[in-house]
């Protein structure tokens, strides 16, 4: 069965840091592309920061880039968020998702959007001012 495993969410102060990690079991083929995406009610999810970890090539949206950073361990199927700097603006639900792709360059939100991608139930963060 398969699932990916989210924790480290929690409330802080703004400026303030947390990290999340997110565990992937159960995959036939060890996902190759994995995501963070964060959800508030009455929104579209928003792609974050993705990692294609068979080279390490990242993404970050714009609203993230120079405050987060992804990065893995596949020998534990893992990825993590490192959020710095965090602002009201970043208090949502933190989804992390999973998919193997046959090439790189398949490997962006668009895909990870798909339904053959694998989704956790998330983990909360919030930001207070």
């Known amino acids: 069965q398969v699932q990916l495993m989210e924790s480290g969410g929690g409330s802080v102060h703004a400026g303030g840091s947390l990290r999340l990690s997110c565990v992937a079991s159960?995959?036939?083929?060890?996902?190759?592309?994995m995501g963070w995406f964060r959800q508030v009610p009455g929104n579209e999810p928003e792609g974050v920061a993705r990692?294609?970890?068979?080279?390490?090539?990242?993404e970050y949206s714009d609203s993230v880039k120079g405050r987060f950073t992804i990065s893995q361990d596949n020998a534990k199927q893992s990825v993590y968020l490192q959020m710095d700097r965090l602002n009201p603006e970043d208090s949502a639900t933190y989804h992390c998702?999973?998919?193997?792709?046959?090439?790189?360059?398949?490997?962006?939100?668009?895909?990870?959007?798909?339904?053959?991608?694998?989704w956790g139930s998330g983990t909360q963060v919030t930001v207070s001012s």
């Open positions: 990692i294609y970890t068979s080279s390490g090539g990242t």
């Open positions: 998702a999973a998919v193997y792709v046959n090439f790189g360059w398949l490997c962006d939100f668009s895909y990870l959007r798909k339904d053959l991608t694998y």
């Open positions: 159960g995959f036939t083929s060890s996902p190759n592309c």
